[in-house]
């Protein structure tokens, strides 16, 4: 445009001081500018794109190819083309990658009429997350770079990157026993090996059930009383709010929650237990269904935002997969996990307010915590007075601040902690469990 107003602004000079060389130089330029205007519509309004990625879904460690073909279908040969390939910039941040690309995404060629110019790469998948390929961007001008044309096509394609499972050691599957004890709050079985207490005995009582030290102690017949408790599942609770993550920790941080919280949900999961999970994490689904992609960009700038996240999203309803059995149950904890992002919307201790209602009463609690405020505290503490069984699990936590989460989690009552301090021990996280001989006493690596 300035070209066209330097021009006229000239042409307009030239006939006022009636100079015909100066004025036909500008019709020229005016007439070069007009020419190189349309030929570069032209040429970029020809070509034709299409993208193939048969792999929509992946584990971490794969390699998904992509192919892209770009045609001039135009009468005319198109003399410089930039295409690219977008793929998120967060993805692909040197300092930790999520993905890495092998081969070629960006490529600058030349393309004669009829001709298709053929991209193959490579898309080696580091963590797990919810990619965005693509759109594709191409760029062309005129040989004299007077104008640029930018073009959209082919509509993103979306690779879903698993989280990784890791098997917990120690665990039998016959067991009758998983993560935790489910305390009922109906007499339905009685366990054993938890003894609640004596009482004097009574006709009936099984010699199994005599409690011969009390009996001792005291020269008359007591018989022990044992806890009920039944094994009914679990339901994992993640707090991904981002205030919980330092930004020092990340994404390492986070990535081991997720894991985390897969790998309790597989361990449930092959016990044929009920299964579930709610979190306060956003889904990437819901993040680009709500902000879209731009189809129509105006300068290549505003072509890489169109793969870019948004950095605030307020999230106010949590995400949920009821916890029930089902072949499909732990798929769908996967896929929920893959996508997750973190957000700044709900708090832990309001995850728990929006899906108590929704919590079965006979599933243990298994929270997967990366910090301990007063208010989680509370909250996790009021569902043990409740009559529901639960579960700590804490994410990679200093000395001073593991130190205030304990005492905050027992002066609530809740006995059942663990810390992992990484993925390599996560194998032995049912191991490390409470001594159940004091309530004072814990076992802390």
Same mark, same amino acid.
């Given at each position: ?10 042409? *307009? ?5 009636? #100079?015909?060389? !100066? ?8 007439? /070069? ?53 977008? *793929?998120?910039?967060?993805?692909? +941040? ?15 060629? =030349?393309?004669? #009429?009829?001709?298709?110019?053929? =991209? ?5 998948? @580091? =963590? ?25 096509? &082919?509509?993103?394609?979306?690779? @879903? ?6 098997? /917990? ?11 935790? +004890? ?7 079985? $009685? +366990? ?38 039944? !094994? ?30 897969? #790998? ?6 092959? =016990? ?6 709610? &979190? ?61 992002? !973190?957000?700044?919307? !709900?708090?832990?201790? $309001? ?12 599933? &243990? ?28 699990? *804490?994410?990679?936590?200093? +000395? ?8 905050? /989690?027992?002066? $609530? ?12 021990? /996560? ?9 159940? #001989? ?8």
């Amino acid at each position: 445009m300035k070209w066209f107003v330097g021009a006229l602004l000239l042409l *307009l000079a030239a006939l006022l001081l009636e #100079s015909s060389l !100066l004025a036909y130089a500008m019709y020229v330029l005016l007439a /070069l500018l007009l020419l190189s205007r349309w030929l570069a519509r032209s040429w970029i309004g020809s070509l034709a794109a299409t993208r193939t990625c048969k792999q929509i879904t992946a584990e971490i460690g794969e390699r998904v190819p992509v192919e892209v073909s770009i045609t001039n279908t135009g009468g005319l040969p198109v003399p410089w083309l930039l295409v690219e390939d977008l *793929l998120p910039q967060y993805a692909l +941040d040197k300092r930790f990658p999520r993905i890495k690309i092998k081969g070629k995404r960006l490529q600058i060629a =030349m393309l004669r #009429s009829g001709a298709t110019l053929e =991209m193959k790469y490579q898309i080696e998948c @580091l =963590m797990r997350g919810y990619f965005q390929i693509g759109p594709l961007t191409l760029e062309s001008g005129d040989l004299f770079g007077l104008h640029r044309r930018f073009r959209v096509l &082919t509509e993103p394609t979306f690779l @879903l990157v698993y989280p990784r499972i890791v098997p /917990l050691l120690g665990y039998d599957i016959a067991s009758r026993r998983p993560i935790g +004890d489910v305390r009922l709050m109906h007499r339905l079985y $009685e +366990d054993p090996t938890r003894i609640a207490g004596v009482r004097p005995y009574e006709a009936g009582d099984p010699l199994n059930r005599v409690h011969w030290r009390a009996t001792a102690r005291t020269g008359a017949l007591h018989s022990k009383i044992h806890e009920p408790s039944t !094994l009914s599942g679990a339901t994992v609770l993640l707090d991904f709010h981002q205030a919980g993550y330092h930004q020092q920790g990340e994404p390492f941080r986070s990535e081991l929650a997720v894991t985390t919280a897969v #790998s309790l949900a597989n361990a449930v999961y092959e =016990m044929g237990q009920q299964i579930g999970l709610a &979190t306060n994490g956003r889904d990437a689904v819901d993040r680009i269904k709500t902000e879209g992609w731009e189809h129509d960009p105006r300068t290549r700038q505003d072509a890489r935002a169109t793969a870019a996240m948004s950095e605030n999203n307020e999230r106010l309803q949590p995400l949920l997969v009821q916890t029930r059995r089902g072949v499909e149950q732990l798929q769908r904890i996967r896929e929920m996990l893959a996508r997750i992002e !973190l957000t700044d919307g !709900l708090s832990f201790a $309001e995850l728990v307010s929006e899906t108590i209602s929704r919590l079965p009463r006979d599933a &243990t609690i298994l929270a997967v915590l990366p910090e301990v405020p007063v208010e989680t505290a509370i909250t996790l503490g009021n569902l043990g007075r409740a009559g529901l069984a639960v579960a700590v699990v *804490l994410i990679l936590l200093d +000395d001073a601040p593991l130190e205030r989460a304990y005492g905050r /989690l027992v002066s $609530e009552g809740i006995r059942d902690i663990r810390h992992l301090k990484s993925e390599e021990e /996560l194998p032995e996280l049912c191991r490390r469990q409470v001594d159940r #001989s004091s309530p004072y006493t814990y076992i802390v690596s």
